[in-house]
């Protein structure tokens, strides 16, 4: 059954698109470097070849205007000098060519108009070039004294006769039956080589090349000629038709010797072009190749691979600088992610840990209690036995409460950053409640403030000095701070002995840092000084934001420097088995260090001078105000708004 119409276009636009995608498939198998010089030498092809022609062109019609000018110029002077003229016919194709065509009535000794060719330059071996002509007289065709361009009949002088004129002063020309040319002229013939009432005339009997002719004169004869058609008027009569003509070999013999030198320039640009291209566009991809390079190593698990830079002026050095900062961040992300799941595995091993250990105490005291149940004394060893359950119990308590108020901070929860709080009232009930658990410890209260820099050798730094506190109030969580500062008074209690003094010192100091940058700051000696030098910033400039700083100095044991900065991961402990021995779990720090960054804050531990562990902790208060103008005396203070960083508003 023969397929429908529609059905035959659908398969032919199948096929054409099966064709399209099988040569675009190819093509996109070609490499890029390939396509690139390929496209190169298509363009300098073409551009050679235009500009050849055009210049081909502009030469030849050049020459040719030129030629047409010659000609009109002269042509008057070439008539009037027939005779002088004639006697140079061997002078070369670039002599002129005349021809006369009485249209009078004037006739040859057959009856015919008469011909007369007065001019007709010869070549070697007596190569003729005869331009194909109308005969009789005809002019349909032409206009006087506008050139036009006909071909050539190529002839050789066979016989030259000087002939005596009659009493009408000419001559009948001698004709070769074998000479008759397709244009209907009698090429074979020349008539009077002297003008027309002149007394003598010369008879050239022409004929067809013979094989042992000058090639070089052939091939020129055979050039068109450049003819003017002109009138012969005589007493106010025209008499005939004269044709002036001037060979074209020369102009063609210049044009194609252009032409070879266009296309042999023209060979040498391309090929030239061509390789300069190569070598350019393999300079160019050269970092494209690093860059697959780069990505293969970094494919393979080398993510601390980057890509050579280059320029960013240009686009390699763009997109270099692009990819590599991507590759950093990819890599940092990376490293965090790492660094979470270890720390993730950290904590459910230490969290299994901990809680083991109550629960494996809990669990073996309650079999000591069953199996001791039956014995004398049951009742002294139960109550030994309930005591340590309940030890325990406690301890996994506060173990388990510890984790979960982390989880709440992880997921911004469990902590109310939009209210009030002392904070100086809050260090004055962390300071008694220190003096109640040990009471023979020395606690200095001191006031923190900016030391400015003396020289390099000396920078900017905190200095404590003796002072009442200043009655600071910001926004946050009341409990939570509360939580903070009792961890830190607890780790001073637990951890260093009890004649060993401890310093509270407490301040405000402006700094030009943002809160949310200060509080992403990692807890490193090299974050404390970047404060330092934004306070330092700040007290000169009175720009930033104002900061609450509180400082716990102790002189105990002190951390390494090396642990200082783990101290805030959850579950380490320096000392593992005193931590359980003074009830501690690991989760204190880590748990302020969830605070304070949870109100934009900064903690970090730093050595005490002479030994010890100091607690720095940073809290922001309000932005400083921009400064104003004087007021008018007189006026009233106007009551001013201090926005929170934590979206809500509230009074001073």
């Given at each position: 059954?023969?397929?429908?119409?529609?059905?035959?276009?659908?398969?032919?636009?199948?096929?054409?698109?099966?064709?399209?995608?099988?040569?675009?498939?190819?093509?996109?198998?070609?490499?890029?470097?390939?396509?690139?010089?390929?496209?190169?030498i298509a363009v300098l092809l073409i551009g050679v070849s235009v500009i050849?022609?055009?210049?081909?062109?502009?030469?030849?019609?050049?020459?040719?205007?030129?030629?047409?000018?010659?000609?009109?110029?002269?042509?008057?002077?070439?008539?009037?000098?027939?005779?002088?003229?004639?006697?140079?016919?061997?002078?070369?194709?670039?002599?002129?060519?005349?021809?006369?065509?009485?249209?009078?009535?004037?006739?040859?000794?057959?009856?015919?108009?008469?011909?007369?060719?007065?001019?007709?330059?010869?070549?070697?071996?007596?190569?003729?070039?005869?331009?194909?002509?109308?005969?009789?007289?005809?002019?349909?065709?032409?206009?006087?004294?506008?050139?036009?361009?006909?071909?050539?009949?190529?002839?050789?002088?066979?016989?030259?006769?000087?002939?005596?004129?009659?009493?009408?002063?000419?001559?009948?020309?001698?004709?070769?039956?074998?000479?008759?040319?397709?244009?209907?002229?009698?090429?074979?013939?020349?008539?009077?080589?002297?003008?027309?009432?002149?007394?003598?005339?010369?008879?050239?009997?022409?004929?067809?090349?013979?094989?042992?002719?000058?090639?070089?004169?052939?091939?020129?004869?055979?050039?068109?000629?450049?003819?003017?058609?002109?009138?012969?008027?005589?007493?106010?009569?025209?008499?005939?038709?004269v044709y002036i003509g001037l060979s074209l070999s020369d102009q063609i013999?210049?044009?194609?010797?252009?032409?070879?030198?266009?296309?042999?320039?023209?060979?040498?640009?391309?090929?030239?072009?061509?390789?300069?291209?190569?070598?350019?566009?393999?300079?160019?991809?050269?970092?494209?190749?690093?860059?697959?390079?780069?990505?293969?190593?970094?494919?393979?698990?080398?993510?601390?691979?980057?890509?050579?830079?280059?320029?960013?002026?240009?686009?390699?050095?763009?997109?270099?600088?692009?990819?590599?900062?991507?590759?950093?961040?990819?890599?940092?992300?990376?490293?965090?992610?790492?660094?979470?799941?270890?720390?993730?595995?950290?904590?459910?091993?230490?969290?299994?840990?901990?809680?083991?250990?109550?629960?494996?105490?809990?669990?073996?005291?309650?079999?000591?209690?069953?199996?001791?149940?039956?014995?004398?004394?049951?009742?002294?060893?139960?109550?030994?036995?309930?005591?340590?359950?309940?030890?325990?119990?406690?301890?996994?308590?506060?173990?388990?409460?510890?984790?979960?108020?982390?989880?709440?901070?992880?997921?911004?929860?469990?902590?109310?950053?939009?209210?009030?709080?002392?904070?100086?009232?809050?260090?004055?009930?962390?300071?008694?409640?220190?003096?109640?658990?040990?009471?023979?410890?020395?606690?200095?209260?001191?006031?923190?403030?900016?030391?400015?820099?003396?020289?390099?050798?000396?920078?900017?730094?905190?200095?404590?000095?003796?002072?009442?506190?200043?009655?600071?109030?910001?926004?946050?969580?009341?409990?939570?701070?509360?939580?903070?500062?009792?961890?830190?008074?607890?780790?001073?209690?637990?951890?260093?002995?009890?004649?060993?003094?401890?310093?509270?010192?407490?301040?405000?100091?402006?700094?030009?840092?943002?809160?949310?940058?200060?509080?992403?700051?990692?807890?490193?000696?090299?974050?404390?000084?970047?404060?330092?030098?934004?306070?330092?910033?700040?007290?000169?400039?009175?720009t930033g934001y104002r900061y609450a700083v509180l400082r716990f100095v102790?002189?105990?044991?002190?951390?390494?420097?090396?642990?200082?900065?783990?101290?805030?991961?959850?579950?380490?402990?320096?000392?593992?088995?005193?931590?359980?021995?003074?009830?501690?779990?690991?989760?204190?720090?880590?748990?302020?260090?969830?605070?304070?960054?949870?109100?934009?804050?900064?903690?970090?531990?730093?050595?005490?001078?002479?030994?010890?562990?100091?607690?720095?902790?940073?809290?922001?208060?309000?932005?400083?105000?921009?400064?104003?103008?004087?007021?008018?005396?007189?006026?009233?203070?106007?009551?001013?708004?201090?926005?929170?960083?934590?979206?809500?508003?509230?009074?001073?």
């Amino acid at each position: 059954m023969p397929a429908s119409a529609p059905e035959v276009v659908a398969r032919m636009k199948e096929h054409h698109n099966r064709k399209k995608n099988m040569f675009f498939g190819h093509f996109d198998r070609i490499s890029l470097s390939s396509k690139l010089v390929a496209c190169t030498i298509a363009v300098l092809l073409i551009g050679v070849s235009v500009i050849s022609f055009s210049i081909r062109a502009l030469v030849s019609n050049y020459m040719l205007s030129k030629t047409d000018n010659q000609l009109k110029s002269q042509s008057q002077m070439v008539f009037e000098n027939i005779v002088t003229l004639a006697k140079n016919d061997n002078a070369g194709p670039n002599s002129y060519f005349l021809q006369i065509q009485y249209t009078d009535g004037t006739l040859d000794n057959e009856g015919n108009p008469l011909v007369v060719t007065p001019l007709m330059p010869q070549l070697q071996d007596g190569i003729v070039s005869v331009p194909v002509l109308p005969t009789d007289g005809d002019t349909s065709g032409i206009t006087f004294g506008q050139p036009f361009t006909t071909q050539a009949v190529v002839k050789q002088v066979v016989q030259v006769q000087n002939n005596s004129s009659d009493s009408n002063n000419t001559t009948k020309p001698q004709t070769d039956p074998n000479t008759q040319d397709d244009a209907g002229n009698d090429a074979g013939n020349s008539g009077s080589k002297n003008a027309p009432n002149s007394s003598n005339s010369v008879t050239t009997i022409l004929s067809n090349p013979s094989s042992n002719a000058n090639h070089a004169a052939v091939s020129t004869a055979r050039s068109p000629w450049r003819i003017l058609p002109m009138t012969f008027t005589e007493n106010g009569k025209e008499r005939a038709v004269v044709y002036i003509g001037l060979s074209l070999s020369d102009q063609i013999d210049i044009v194609s010797t252009l032409s070879r030198y266009c296309v042999v320039v023209g060979i040498a640009v391309v090929l030239l072009g061509g390789s300069l291209a190569t070598l350019i566009i393999q300079h160019t991809m050269t970092p494209l190749k690093r860059m697959e390079k780069t990505a293969a190593k970094i494919a393979a698990g080398d993510l601390s691979q980057r890509i050579p830079s280059a320029p960013e002026n240009t686009e390699v050095g763009s997109l270099a600088a692009s990819l590599n900062t991507m590759l950093t961040r990819i890599e940092l992300s990376f490293h965090e992610q790492e660094e979470t799941t270890d720390k993730m595995k950290r904590f459910v091993s230490d969290a299994s840990h901990e809680l083991r250990t109550p629960l494996a105490a809990i669990h073996g005291y309650a079999e000591l209690y069953k199996m001791q149940r039956d014995m004398p004394g049951v009742l002294d060893r139960a109550d030994e036995s309930i005591e340590h359950i309940e030890r325990s119990s406690q301890r996994m308590t506060v173990l388990v409460e510890d984790l979960l108020s982390l989880a709440r901070l992880d997921e911004g929860r469990g902590i109310d950053v939009t209210g009030t709080v002392k904070l100086s009232s809050l260090v004055t009930d962390a300071v008694d409640d220190l003096h109640a658990l040990d009471p023979d410890r020395a606690i200095g209260r001191m006031l923190i403030g900016l030391e400015p820099a003396r020289d390099l050798d000396h920078p900017a730094s905190l200095s404590l000095t003796e002072g009442d506190w200043p009655t600071i109030t910001l926004p946050g969580d009341a409990s939570r701070l509360r939580q903070v500062v009792t961890n830190i008074v607890g780790n001073i209690h637990r951890y260093t002995p009890i004649d060993s003094s401890a310093e509270i010192a407490l301040g405000v100091i402006p700094a030009a840092i943002d809160p949310k940058q200060l509080s992403g700051l990692p807890a490193t000696d090299a974050s404390m000084r970047r404060f330092v030098e934004a306070a330092e910033v700040g007290a000169s400039m009175s720009t930033g934001y104002r900061y609450a700083v509180l400082r716990f100095v102790d002189h105990g044991p002190g951390v390494p420097d090396e642990s200082r900065p783990k101290i805030f991961e959850r579950f380490y402990t320096a000392d593992p088995s005193r931590a359980r021995e003074k009830g501690g779990t690991g989760l204190g720090m880590a748990i302020a260090q969830s605070v304070v960054k949870a109100h934009h804050g900064f903690i970090c531990a730093t050595a005490t001078d002479g030994g010890g562990l100091t607690f720095t902790v940073v809290l922001p208060i309000e932005q400083m105000p921009a400064a104003q103008s004087a007021q008018t005396a007189g006026k009233t203070k106007e009551a001013k708004q201090k926005s929170s960083w934590f979206g809500g508003e509230r009074k001073s």
